[in-house]
Structures are given as structure tokens and as C-alpha cells.
């Protein structure tokens, strides 16, 4: 059984640009969701999809946005990069019993 | 509100056991776990509790719950080379909600 795919592993992108994150679920999977990490906040939840809908929000600004397909794949987009985005993007593909992460995209942004 | 604390690093010698220690503030947590974070990896479920659990054993991790004092921790038996990695307590409400990490403890063996 395949685990969860990020792609791409890693971007570098400069200050104002806008990115797109994406990420492949267990299959099987409709739950997924999104965590950044970086040394100083630890990780922290962004939000979390299922069925194509947004059912769970963490405390970041509008800039970053998501979205889930049909197939379940899902997208994460951050627009007006600023440095501190610079952080490693978990993804985590849920099924009622357990949450598998993904390798996670290292963006950096300068 | 929702918080998750421990410590930042941890030394222990290779062959001794290793105690992670965690607490968390959301009494209306049901579950709670442990993760383990190597070098350029994601994230690896080593383990989880449910709340009305007191302990979890599973070969060489042990976790024990109070659940008054809000209290996690993680025994890895026999430390080996291969335990070195960052160990991240988390909570949710449910299996498929938002996990609240803490912001991980660096595992360091030694010689």
C-alpha cells in the first residue's frame, strides 16, 4: 500500500511569489491535512479536508489556502510569500483510526 | 486552550532506558500519542493512548498516562543508536481531528 506523496520535496521561491503544495493521501483515505514546521513554532496545524470540504481551520492568515479533489489529492497554496513561510509542509492522510504524514515539502523562501 | 509542552533534549547513554516527559493542558483530550521524527523524514506514529488508559507497552516503548496531573511520558528500554530522533507528544479529540504537537524532544544517544 502506498503512504502518503508529497511533491515536490523541495522549492525555492522568493519573497511575493505565490506556491502550490501538493500532496497524495493513503488510498482509500478522504481526510487530509496540512501542519507546518519550522524550529521556532514547532509544528502547527493548518487546516483539514474531507470529501472536498474544509472542516478544520488552524490560525493562519488568508494567504494560505487549500483545496481537495475528488480523487482525495489535495493542495495547499501560499500566496505573497514572505520569509517566515520558510518552514518544512506536513501532510497527513487520515483514515478514522490512524494519521500517516508524508515526507513533507522543505520551502524555502528568499 | 489547547498546549502541549516538553522538554527540548534529551541525553542518554546507549543501553539505558529513555524517559520523554509531556504535558498537555486540554483535559477534554481523547487521545494522545507519540511521534518520532528522523533527519529529513516525516512523521512516524510510534504509539498512542486513549485517555481512560493509565499505560501502553508495545516491545521496548511504555507510555503512562495521569490523567489528573495531565501528564504524558515515553519509555524506550535498551536505547539503541537508531532511537536518536525527535520525539513529538500530541493530543486530539478524535483519531481523525487536528493533532496539537509540542514542539518535540531531541533524542540524543550516547556512546
Known amino acids: 500500500k502506498a503512504g502518503v506523496t508529497q511533491t515536490p520535496r523541495y522549492l525555492i521561491k522568493t519573497r511575493g511569489q505565490q506556491v502550490t503544495l501538493s500532496c497524495s493521501p493513503i488510498?482509500?483515505?478522504?481526510?487530509v491535512s496540512w501542519y507546518q514546521q519550522t524550529p521556532g513554532q514547532g509544528l502547527q496545524f493548518l487546516f483539514e479536508?474531507?470529501?472536498?470540504?474544509?472542516?478544520n481551520k488552524g490560525n493562519f492568515p488568508g494567504r494560505f489556502s487549500g483545496r481537495q479533489f475528488s480523487n482525495s489529492r489535495s493542495e495547499m497554496n501560499v500566496s505573497t510569500l514572505e520569509l517566515g513561510d520558510s518552514a518544512l509542509y506536513l501532510c497527513?492522510?487520515?483514515?478514522?483510526?490512524?494519521?500517516?504524514f508524508g515526507q513533507g515539502t522543505r520551502l524555502t523562501v528568499v | 486552550g489547547e498546549d502541549v509542552e516538553q522538554s527540548l533534549f534529551l541525553s542518554v547513554r546507549e543501553g539505558d532506558s529513555s524517559v520523554i516527559n509531556c504535558t498537555y493542558t486540554?483535559?477534554?483530550?481523547?487521545?494522545l500519542y507519540w511521534y518520532k521524527q528522523e533527519p529529513g523524514a516525516g512523521l512516524q506514529l510510534l504509539t498512542y493512548?486513549?485517555?481512560?488508559?493509565d499505560m501502553k507497552q508495545d516491545q521496548r516503548l511504555t507510555v503512562l498516562l495521569n490523567k489528573k496531573d495531565k501528564h504524558l511520558s515515553l519509555r524506550i528500554a535498551d536505547t539503541q543508536t537508531g532511537d536518536s530522533a525527535i520525539y513529538f507528544c500530541?493530543?486530539?479529540?478524535?483519531?481523525?481531528?487536528?493533532?496539537?504537537f509540542g514542539k518535540g524532544t531531541r533524542l540524543h544517544i550516547l556512546p
Open positions: 497527513a492522510s487520515s483514515s478514522v483510526t490512524e494519521a500517516f
Open positions: 488510498s482509500g483515505h478522504r481526510s
Open positions: 479536508y474531507f470529501s472536498e470540504t474544509q472542516r
Open positions: 486540554d483535559s477534554s483530550s481523547t487521545y
Open positions: 493512548i486513549f485517555s481512560n488508559m
Open positions: 500530541a493530543e486530539s479529540m478524535n483519531r481523525d481531528d487536528k493533532i496539537i
